[in-house]
């Protein structure tokens, strides 16, 4: 009889890793013991789960041993590195990072949309990009209904998808615009893109890079979104374009999305797919100006889904406004329901 | 001869207003005198134009007696009230209020793109909205090289479009923030729009409503830039469609643009088209991270294009982001070049 999972958590310390214990500290998943994992930097750090202080363990192969799910998120490097290691150990991982997303042996997977691919799963499982993720939630139902043929999203992107280094970068930025000084005076070394050679400030601005420019012009975090959707929804054809744009927000990514549905569907029975979908809460009456927010979303694990209206020339064409906390149904919570999915579905081999 | 033209600014110590006065100090139109105008409220304070003091006076009819050019930026139940008298003694009115721009007898006039429109005026043209212009700069060179079929469009609208009130609510709210205030703490009595009946703040989020609702659950912004679209680009065929958001960005709108052309244009002539724009300047090489930004924007009379690239599925799809000073070439520089038009097309009656 199974008394538990012993689960291990590697990032512990980063903005996802934080809300990964919270999320633990709420989960259905039986536990048996929390393990957190860290770079040597952080080891001996202690952290609160559950009213209880956890030491932070340093990173290495043999941490696992005792793993039964392990949940990566420290970077792409690190779940090359160590995610190989924890499997060979029997442990079941669930990976955070772009790292494992791509990969055909890999199941990329959102609970609500797609858990039937997580039976053929190798030892990984792959968590989807945040800004995918939401999209997911909202399309799946409506393609299921009536099928989608294209997609056009453009998004409204929070800093701590960039890491807690980044929005302490851009609240110390915005606290100096608010004293007086100039953009050009502005330090900034995080964003776009940490790994990227130029860093602009995002204080009061708007920046139309997330992620390194990849091929045609298109940035990995527009890549993201485009293989990513079509591999969760399994329909190569699907017809997808996407600008990813960071904002001046903390937490809650936020959408417009444009789609055309294959078959008809009235603006009430979309809306109806929507009140019905697992995950999903419809925030839409204009009438009293109710529409899903960035600040509105944080701490809450649903994806918030509003201004549903219809195009104003195409019969199948709608527009959409999803926002969800990118910290939780775009990384932690996600994850975290990978984890009682498998165990669910009687798919973690302790 | 003419001498010079009387111009008055009405509305001049709003946040356009300002801008106006900036722009008539650096206009090539002929001036004879510059006359500052707004509500009796204002009226004795002084406002500097070209080094000199200028007392603001009142509003009433009479002032514009000796006035060849008047240019409205106070709202639009002020140039419903006093453009009308402005015209009937025989003052040219500029009017940047939503008022008049869908009057059939009414040229909306963007300079580089329908300046002909202003052969018909009766006495008064319409100046755009701010988040149309940069747009129709933009698309306009395109349209008339290959048509336009389809527009989708998505915005990221600064503050200052909403007036210098608005512009203080953000700042305080984002100062409340950074010093440890929950978002459901901060004071709100201006966004989304002050006519409205709930106010919600904007600091370090995002808004999907930018002034009220109106028919189909779309918004008046979102409708303003459908219907000038179609009346600037005499096209009332064009299928077009927006979603537009504010964020918290004091000044510079950003649009993310899709369109489908009628006929093909490879992505090379695409670009050279929007090179050659008048008003256009393309800031576009991803190998360098270059792309328009809001807070570069500012102070500039040119509308930045950037990320030009090409659909991923559609052959004459093609994607934009699109930014400009939202009070210059949005407002107060449209507004002065409309003037400068006028002069040029010799369409001023003094």
């Keep these: 009889m199974n008394d538990g999972y012993n689960v291990a958590v590697v990032g512990a310390t980063g903005a996802v890793g934080t809300k990964l214990i919270e999320m633990l500290e709420q989960t259905n998943l039986p536990l048996k013991n929390v393990k957190l994992l860290a770079s040597k930097r952080s080891a001996g750090r202690k952290l609160l789960f559950k009213g209880e202080g956890l030491f ?48 055909k042996d890999t199941p990329l997977v959102v609970p609500e949309v797609n858990k039937q691919a997580l039976k053929d799963h190798q030892g990984i499982i792959a968590n989807p990009n945040c800004s995918t993720i939401q999209m997911m939630v909202t399309l799946a139902p409506i393609k299921q209904s009536v099928g989608i043929d294209r997609v056009i999203v453009s998004t409204y992107q ?18 100096e615009t608010l004293d007086g000084e100039l953009p050009e005076n502005l330090s900034a070394e995080i964003l776009p893109a940490a790994s990227d050679k130029k860093h602009y400030p995002l204080a009061f601005n708007a ?33 997808i374009s996407a600008t990813c744009v960071r904002v001046p927000v903390i937490t809650g990514h936020s959408e417009s999305i444009y789609i055309e549905t294959e078959d008809k569907i009235s603006l009430t029975d979309l809306r109806a797919t929507l009140e019905n979908a697992p995950g999903v809460t419809v925030e839409d009456d204009t009438s009293q100006q109710i529409y899903p927010q960035a600040i509105n979303s944080v701490g809450k694990k649903d994806t918030f889904v509003g201004r549903i209206r219809q195009d104003l020339d195409i019969d199948n064409g709608f527009h959409l406004w999803v926002v969800s906390d990118n910290l939780l149904k775009g990384a932690a919570w996600n994850s975290v329901q990978i984890a009682e999915t498998l165990h669910e579905m009687n798919l973690v081999h302790v």
């Design 56 to 103: 932070v363990e340093e990173l290495v192969p043999e941490a696992f041993d005792d793993v039964d799910i392990a949940i990566f998120s420290a970077g792409g490097s690190i779940s090359q590195k160590f995610a190989p290691e924890a499997v060979k150990r029997g442990t079941v991982v669930v990976d955070n990072t772009s790292q494992y997303r791509m990969d």
């Design 158 to 175: 929070a800093v701590s998808g960039a890491g807690a280094q980044a929005v302490e970068e851009i609240k110390q930025q915005s606290q």
């Design 207 to 239: 920046l139309a890079q997330i992620d390194e420019f990849a091929e045609n012009d298109y940035t990995k975090e527009e890549w993201k979104m485009v293989n990513e959707t079509k591999k969760i929804l399994e329909d190569k054809q699907m017809k």
